[in-house]
Every structure is written in structure tokens, then in C-alpha cells.
């Protein structure tokens, strides 16, 4: 069968495709990979073919761009609060998930990044891809809803890949629920309205599969994972880092125990930054009786002024080959990062970010007893983290816990076992004649 793959032009995000897309390529199915332009030489270089789909993103321009927009789309509501506010889908406070804030959110969330993210040039070019190639099945990023409504327009079976907990998922259902319980003419439904009128250009109109699929892959372990109502369908997290080459020092076993600090990728790439103090890191993972291998470029390292001696900063590492040697990791609770660390069944310190659902991925983890996060909100003092890292180090109750992690991913339907489940289920959801 033909199987389009629809991603966000972020490394990361694909990054969580490839492995679903080589096990059907390896199985004898045909695979296309479609995302902005800017992503081409990152599909390529994963050796898939790339088929590039409306305008650029421009991730470095797009911080600027999102506060306008969300400032734009709160202008709509009356009272609005702080834009940023309604940009949080991880909100799982029962006081706080009101109806006008179901309402704010989807107001803002839809014009600020859904309908963004699926431009009318892309879900344009997504739609000719489909009705030209005929795919029998897209599967899609969940930021990228035009890619359902491509697949609608072209009879294709669809699905959505989780990158993350399924945040659209969980408030979806809760928003959906606020609106049922309201009279008719007040059930006003923006991401409905935008992907109705979206899907009506091309002969179709609104369902609920435009917003979550057909049906959903997850690559979260099951015991991570937000329960919905939604049919999905689980499978293994593979690492894939992206275009590598592992060094001679990371071949060797390290002298000592050895932790990582990464702030990932997607606050270099989608944010423009990140939140967490380098220097202040640094001060206090120096301390650690432990080699520290810190995954730094130059732009964050031109605020530090002195790099400890027991910290090795390299630019880039693939983290599929540095975390078998780690005895702990310390990040900003990006999936991916997330991911890896599961992985391998290593120890986790999270200081979360605001970026989408890292706050409640960091409760999870530490929920499980693999890892620590930070209390409170505010600034991290390096006193703080240098005994949380101690206790993860330490105590082997965080080895235990995240080996048993470990251990769930494994027995996970890998990619390839995967491969007849969609077969399966293509074949019972498509409607190309």
C-alpha cells in the first residue's frame, strides 16, 4: 500500500516518524514523507522521500509571529486573559477548565497554531499530493490537521502519530462535553468551524476524525499515557537522533558514572531558547562526583563563563548511543528527550519548560519513581538541582524504576509488529475506489 507520512517542519516531530515509516518501507510498502519546505534535507538525509507542502514554517521567525497571533486571537473573547494562558492544552485543573476557558483555548489554539500550522497553501498542496499519488493511508503529526483533511479529500484511511502526551485528545473531550451541555445556538466551536469550511473546499465537511483520526498511534508507554475515549493503537519508541556519528570517546567505557544534560532540540529549533539557566546548570552539575557530558551549542555557551572540569560539552551527540553509558540524565522534559531516557531505563531530572505538555510529562515520570522534577515554578538554584541529581545518582529505588520503564517499551509492539495492525486497518477505513 502507499503511505503518506504529514509532519511538522521540526526535526523533532519527524524524528518520531521514522521508525514507523521504515518498518513499512522494509515490509514492501511505498512511503512518502510531506512537511514545509524547510524540512527537506532532514527527510532526505533520514533516506525517505520528501515532497515539500505549502509555505516555509520559518521556525526562526515564528516566536514573534505566535505572540502575535495568540495576542490577535484573544482579542476575539470578552475579558480576555493573558494570551499565553490559553495556549495551555496541558491544563488539568477542574477549577481552571471552565467553559470560557474551554472556549479561549480552542479560540486561540486554532488560530494561533492549528490554523498555522496548516495553511490554506499547504492543506492545498497536501490535497493535490493525495489526489495525484492516491496513498491509501496518511499518517499524520497531530499539529498538522491538514493532513486529515487531505486524506479525507482523497478517500485515504487516516491516523494520527502522537509527538507527546495527546493533549488535543484529553480537552478535546472535555471541550466537547462543555458545548453538549449548553443550549444549540451557543455551542460555538472554532476549530470545528476552521477545519468545516477548510474540508467543504475540497467536497467534505466536519467530523471529529479531522481533529484526532481514525485512529491514533502512541509511542508512550501505556502507563504514561492520558486515557481518552479514542480508539488508539500503542507501539515501541525507537530512537532515532537524526544524522549521527558516534565519536571514539563516546565508544569507550567511561571512567566513572556519567550524566548527560541536554535541553534538546526543540527550543533550539521551534523556541529560539530555553528557559533554564545554562550557567546556573553547570554550577551545580560541576559539583557532582561524576563525568557530565553537556549537549551545548555556541550560542548557549556565550553566557557561561567557566566550563567545570568534569563536564565534556559537545555540540550535538546522538543520544541513542550516549544514554547506554549514562547513570542519570538531566533535560527540559522534551518527548523526544523524554523518549530516549525511557528507552534505556535511565534515571530522569526534569526542569520543565511551558513548552506544550512537558509540565505533566514531568509529573509523570516522577509519579513513576524514575526520575525528579523541581517543585514550584521558579528560578532553579543550582544548590536544588545538585541534590536532586544526587538522590537520582543515589538512591537505587530511580535505577529500578526506570529499568521497569524500560522494560514496558520493550514489550510494546515494535514498529515492524505494527506494520500488520494498519494494514488491517487501512484496509477497514479507506474509501478509495
Known sequence: MRVLFVTLAASPHFFVQVPLAWALRAAGHDVRVASQPDLMDTITAAGLPATPVGPRLAQDESVEELRRRQEKAAERLVEPPDAQELMRMAEDRPERLTPDFLDGLFTVMTSAIFQNFSAEETVEDLVTLTRRWRPDLVIWDTLMMGGAVAARASGAAHARLLYGLDLVGTVRERHLASLAARPRELREDPLAEWLGWTAARYGGGFTEDLVTGQWTVDPTPASLRRPTGLPWVPVRH?????????????????????????????????????????????????????????????????????????????????????????????????????????????????????????????????????????????????AELLGLVTRVLDEPSYARNAARLRDEIRATPSPAELVPVLEELTARHRRIS
Not at 252 to 263: F, I, M, N, Q, S
Not at 266 to 291: I, T, W
Not at 359 to 368: N, Q
Open 238 to 382: 525507537v530512537p532515532y537522533n537524526g544524522r549521527s556519528v558516534v565519536q571514539e570517546w563516546l565508544r569507550e567505557p567511561p571512567a566513572r558514572r556519567r550524566v548527560c544534560l541536554t535541553l534538546g532540540l526543540s527550543f533550539r529549533e521551534v523556541m529560539g531558547g530555553e528557559q533554564a539557566s545554562v550557567p546556573a546548570l553547570l554550577e551545580a552539575l560541576g559539583k557532582l562526583d561524576a563525568e557530565v557530558v553537556a549537549t551545548l551549542d555556541a550560542r548557549q555557551l556565550a553566557e557561561v563563563g567557566h566550563v567545570p572540569e568534569n563536564v565534556r560539552v559537545v555540540d550535538f551527540v546522538p543520544l541513542d548511543a550516549l544514554l547506554p553509558s549514562c547513570s542519570a540524565i538531566v533535560h527540559q522534559g522534551g518527548f523526544g528527550t523524554a523518549q530516549n531516557a525511557l528507552a534505556h531505563g535511565v534515571p530522569q531530572v526534569v526542569v520543565p519548560n511551558d513548552l506544550w505538555d512537558i509540565h505533566p510529562r514531568a509529573a509523570l515520570v516522577e509519579g513513576s519513581g524514575a526520575g525528579l522534577c523541581p517543585p514550584g515554578t521558579g528560578a532553579l538554584r543550582p
